[in-house]
């Protein structure tokens, strides 16, 4: 076979630093011409990639996605046939009847749903006895491929990562692969401690609960504060309950003995009682 397929474990976080080594290999293995095309999933993921890839910079990016309108797409085709270096960034329109020669390396940014499309990207280069290549970035949720992709592989002649084999048989076994800190974890997360659910019942018990146990505590603070209150000042304590005493003069603290001996006559007490206390 004159094409090479090359499957790479990548994180989130190395996706992009990845592609730009690769691209920038390729283009030192072949100086003259190193057509390279990249498919991602989403015409905004194609823009940003495409962004990214200018800012470094990387010379001759275009695009192509449903997006573009049929002369932006036959002039991007054009200009990506025509320049010896050049990076076509596409979705899944340019994977099916674009013949297209010369392209040294198919990059699969972000790998297809199905085996099919796989199959129809990787197909892109290697034409017409040409040699080619193509890298898959791998990521922790492409694990519903890993079979598939490890029967293409074998049916193709091609070497078969051992990565790709173990997530082939955990996929297959039902187990989960979560990506936490850039590296792959087996098993799913665990389950987040949350509060059990209450019925409307339940709520609505509480809630009353919580306006008898306020009334409650109002209640009893305002009982603390009369009796203090009385304790300090036993004038108004006779005004309450129903005498007129005559207002005190001079420091409240200092009452004298003929507004006490009253205030106690109207609680029928006499000042023998009072002295025997």
């Known amino acids: 076979s004159t094409q090479s397929t090359w499957v790479l474990f990548v994180s989130s976080g190395r996706r992009f630093e990845e592609f730009l080594r690769l691209v920038k290999k390729t283009q030192a293995e072949f100086p003259d011409s190193s057509r390279i095309l990249v498919f991602v999933t989403s015409r905004r993921c194609a823009s940003r990639l495409a962004a990214r890839a200018l800012q470094h910079p990387l010379p001759h990016v275009h695009l192509l996605h449903g997006g573009h309108r049929q002369w932006q797409r036959e002039a991007a085709l054009k200009t990506f046939r025509e320049e010896p ?30 085996i099919d499309q796989y199959v129809h990207r990787i197909g892109r280069t290697a034409r017409g006895g040409c040699i080619g290549q193509s890298v898959s970035f791998f990521h922790v949720r492409d694990g519903r491929l890993a079979p598939e992709m490890v029967r293409c592989l074998e049916q193709a002649g091609q070497v078969v990562p051992r990565q790709l084999l173990e997530r082939a048989k955990l996929h297959l076994a ?104």
Do not use: M
Not at 89 to 111: E, F, M, P, S, W
Not at 200 to 208: L, S
Not at 232 to 256: C, L, Q
């Open 85 to 114: 270096q050049s990076i076509l960034i596409a979705t899944d329109v340019a994977a099916r009847g674009l013949d297209i020669k010369g392209v040294q390396c198919v990059i699969n940014y972000h790998l297809p749903r199905k």
């Open 174 to 277: 039902g187990e989960t692969v979560r990506e936490h800190g850039g590296k792959f974890i087996i098993g799913d997360d665990p389950a987040p401690k949350t509060a059990p659910v209450k019925s409307k019942a339940e709520k609505k018990a509480e809630r009353k609960q919580k306006l008898k146990d306020a009334k409650k505590a109002e209640n009893s603070y305002d009982d603390e504060e009369n009796e203090d209150e009385e304790l300090r000042h036993p004038a108004k304590r006779a005004k309450t309950s129903g005498g007129k005493p005559k207002p005190v003069t001079g420091n409240p603290n200092e009452i004298s003995q003929k507004q006490k001996k009253k205030a106690l006559e109207q609680r029928n007490v006499t000042v023998d009682e009072e002295a025997w206390w």
